[in-house]
């Protein structure tokens, strides 16, 4: 299982990673996040997710102070 983030504080952004559970490794990512008005837009390398293979599933979660507010699975 693989954690794709990215977050901030006060508005500003202070992470965006990568957490592989199973090495319980986090990686930095340089890049940054689209922020519209009405949309957030994160990028991540595919590097991040290829070694998984051709047969994964995601999901996404958007919080904010700590609470769910939306997600999304495909």
Known sequence: M???GYTT???QQIAHFMFD????QQTN???TAQLGKSK?????PADTVRDLG???EWYSVLNID????SECQP
């Open 29 to 31: 990512l340089g890049g």
């Open 54 to 56: 051709p047969s994964w």
């Open 21 to 24: 559970y199973t090495s319980a």
């Open 40 to 44: 957030l837009t994160v990028s991540f």
């Open 66 to 69: 700590g609470l769910d507010v």
């Open 2 to 4: 693989r954690q794709l």
């Open 9 to 11: 504080l006060d508005g």
